[in-house]
């Protein structure tokens, strides 16, 4: 799964990388993006403007927001047949945009948190779905993270991943017009090689701590797998 990333970056970086979209000029950054909390993502319906979107999706037809902490993620295994994800995988999908997230590694009772981030130094474009949930005249606009079998890199900590785009053409293809048949051959466990990966402080266990040193390695240098 996904259950915590990071965003951390600026305007001139994400321009770069994902092309001379509109930004706006004061990132919200956040080193410790948590469920329910707002993040960037770029969507299909304005693919030119970075989007501040809730983490944690609200199907359009639900009746309340109560459930939608349970709906971060979304499993590529079925998800065309999902009742809460049939319509946005096929007509609402997004770039949740990240510099890095986090896993953990059990060991008996406790979690060993890791950051984990492309290894060439580039942002991360994971692969979502989103949509909208009226409360009122207000429309809540919300994702979920698409996951997938992990990696050589995420296997030794968890047995899920958040499906990482990899390339400029994945990309484009993602925030493109296609059928779902097409949608699904787009969802691959994303290849070895890509990522590295850090042990870091046990303080971004707690949602509350939100800080550069979240992002301090720990234990040494380079990979410990």
Same mark, same amino acid.
């Given at each position: /799964? ?6 951390? !970056?600026?305007?001139? &970086? ?8 509109? !930004? ?7 080193? #410790?993006?948590?469920? !329910? ?5 770029? !969507? ?19 009746? *309340?927001? &109560? #459930?939608? %902490?349970?709906?971060? #993620? ?11 994800? +049939? ?11 990240? *510099? ?21 130094? $580039?942002?991360?474009?994971? %692969? ?8 009122? *005249?207000? %429309?809540?606009?919300?994702? $979920? =993270?698409?996951? %997938? ?11 899920? /991943?958040? /499906? ?19 949608? /699904? ?6 290849? *070895? ?8 402080? $046990?303080?971004?266990?707690?949602? +509350?701590?939100? $800080? ?5 390695? =720990? ?7």
């Amino acid at each position: /799964m996904c259950g915590r990333f990071s965003f951390v !970056t600026s305007p001139e &970086k994400i321009k770069k990388q994902f092309g001379d979209i509109e !930004t706006g000029h004061n990132l919200k950054l956040s080193f #410790n993006v948590a469920p !329910t909390q707002h993040s960037y993502v770029i !969507t299909n319906e304005a693919p030119g403007r970075l989007e501040y979107y809730r983490w944690g999706l609200i199907p359009h037809w639900a009746k *309340d927001s &109560k #459930n939608a %902490a349970k709906l971060i #993620n979304a499993r590529m295994e079925g998800i065309a047949s999902k009742p809460s994800f +049939r319509v946005p995988v096929r007509k609402r999908r997004c770039l949740v945009i990240a *510099d890095s997230f986090y896993e953990w590694r059990k060991e008996g009772s406790n979690k060993i948190p890791f950051r984990i981030l492309p290894a060439d130094g $580039s942002l991360l474009a994971l %692969a979502g779905i989103w949509d909208v949930w009226y409360e009122g *005249d207000y %429309a809540v606009k919300t994702f $979920s =993270i698409i996951t %997938a079998p992990p990696n050589a890199e995420v296997k030794p900590l968890h047995n899920r /991943m958040p /499906m990482v785009l990899h390339t400029p053409e994945l990309r484009k293809q993602w925030l493109s017009e296609l059928e779902v048949d097409e949608v /699904m051959k787009l969802l691959e466990p994303p290849p *070895d090689g890509i990522l590295q990966k850090y042990q870091v402080s $046990s303080k971004v266990n707690d949602v +509350r701590n939100n $800080s550069p040193d979240l992002h301090e390695r =720990i234990g040494g240098q380079g990979s410990l797998f």
